[in-house]
């Protein structure tokens, strides 16, 4: 039987997030004028972050972190080959529960971050430039780190659709997945409940662009004598 586990704004929340790495690390390679692509790619990170963590407690039953954040003993039963449950398998959560860490690290990090060439973090202004500099290295430190999270993520997507003979790829596109039995349909994740995620994830990009800070101070003018 057919059953949906993965809700619209989940799955939009999973592309949009990966158009937004692709472009945070692409821009980065280039350098130059494209790191204002990368500030903004780390601001779409932050807003779809905030809107994940929100959706986590107030989504549809297999977004939330409730459903699939499991202990010792769901992994053990995983590995035992016992477990049939939808949404996330206890592996895959660790996985996703990383990522998102990582990313958030990554983001909150560039937001202090300064090269003194082409990239000003937009909440700079907030720190001292050698508490910048650490952010900084801690910042590129993540990168890597990064890179292989995401190629694990691919490897195990390639894994089971060749192995296991199951495509993780097109309920994250339908929302759509087949069940061995029958099994609770999601409920929760209405409109009032997205509403209230977006606008706490706008209001995340809102601060997070450095609106909030107090505008420079206006340069003396110089008096010719």
């Not at 053990?76 to 660790?94: D, F, T, V």
């Not at 192995?163 to 087949?178: A, E, S």
């Amino acid at each position: 039987m057919k059953i949906q586990v993965w809700d619209l704004p989940l799955r939009a929340f999973h592309w949009l997030l990966a158009i937004a790495v692709a472009t945070a690390f692409v821009s980065a390679q280039i350098g130059g004028n494209a790191m204002v692509w990368h500030g903004r790619a780390g601001l779409a990170v932050i807003g779809l972050l905030a809107f994940r963590i929100v959706w986590g407690f107030v989504g549809s039953t297999y977004a939330r972190f409730v459903t699939f954040v499991r202990g010792p003993m769901a992994i053990r039963s995983y590995l035992k080959g016992e477990w049939n449950e939808l949404g996330h398998n206890p592996i895959g959560a660790l996985s996703v529960l990383t990522l998102l860490t990582l990313l958030a690290a990554e983001a909150a990090t560039g937001l202090f971050a300064n090269d003194d060439i082409s990239y000003q973090g937009y909440l700079y202004p907030l720190v001292g430039a050698d508490l910048a500099e650490q952010l900084t290295s801690i910042h590129k430190l993540f990168e890597p780190a990064l890179i292989t999270l995401v190629a694990l993520h691919l490897a195990a997507i390639a894994f089971y659709m060749r192995v296991k003979k199951r495509n993780l790829v097109q309920p994250m596109i339908t929302g759509w997945t087949d069940a061995n039995s029958v099994k609770e349909s999601p409920r929760g994740g209405g409109v009032v409940a997205f509403v209230a995620a977006a606008v706490i994830a706008a209001s995340a990009v809102y601060a997070a662009s450095g609106a909030l800070l107090p505008p420079p101070p206006a340069a003396a003018e110089t008096q010719a004598f």
